[in-house]
């Protein structure tokens, strides 16, 4: 199954697609330990390759939240040391308001838990951009909307273009590329909860515009990156600043994992 031509808005997934195959291959793998399931997942990812990412990266998520494998996969990495050490070194607390928290990472992919605090995002201000890859998303708790755009004569967003290019390593900085003022239209805007998945194209332009009173947690899984920049768009002209990386102590991880289990047990989100 190829992906859809849609590279500019969200494609919801839609749970009654067949899993089944993959649904054993990723619980057996999961059963053998976290090595064996990072392998599979990246092996999976780069057979399908980039024409069947939508319904290679959608599978693999419904697969993955499943109430009782997601709850084994983080307790599997609660009790490895040498695998909470690699969450805890790739994980950190991201400015826009929410944690980012990398739980499995191989060379065709990253799994990410993001845990978004409603107190944090009244303050911060996410621009208007696209990734370097594909990803796809599964809401495990709370809300959140989400507007895409693109550019559009007369657009009602008057913002300050960027081409954004990431550090190449960690002894690097990101920069940033202005590229002037450009107008974008809001093309579509999305509310999702709770038990919805979706798929996002790296080209498609979006940012979250609001969040639950309760906050929101996603497991999102991106392929690799296809391009080597990506576009921001800000509201004023944007300021680098030195990246400082607020990282999490192994309690704190530890606790998180507790309180997002005994969030999906209360709420039976991720059945």
Partial sequence: MKMTNNTKDIALFET??????????LTKALEEG?????????????????????????????????????????????????????????SYYHKNGFDKLVLLQGENFKLRLHVFHPADRSTAMENIHDHRWHFASSILYGQFGMELFQEQEGGEEQRFAYTYHPALDKKDSYSVEERGKVQLGCIANHTLVAGMQYFLHREALHKITSMGKEGCVTLMLTAA?????????????????EVHMER??????????????????????AS
């Fill in 16 to 25: 009654s697609q067949t899993i089944t195959l993959i649904e054993k291959i």
């Fill in 34 to 90: 976290l090595p064996n399931l990072k392998q599979k997942i990246d092996h999976i990812i780069a057979f399908a390759g980039d024409d069947a990412a939508e319904e290679t990266l959608n599978t693999i998520i419904a697969t993955l939240t499943q109430s009782l494998l997601f709850e084994e996969l983080l307790a599997k990495i609660s009790v490895s040391q040498d695998y909470l050490n690699k969450v805890l070194k790739r």
């Fill in 225 to 241: 990156g296809q391009k080597p920049t990506c576009k921001l768009y800000a509201a004023k002209p944007f300021e680098q600043e």
């Fill in 248 to 269: 999490f102590t192994e309690a704190q991880l530890l606790n998180r994992f507790n309180w997002l289990t005994n969030k999906l047990n209360d709420h039976q989100i």
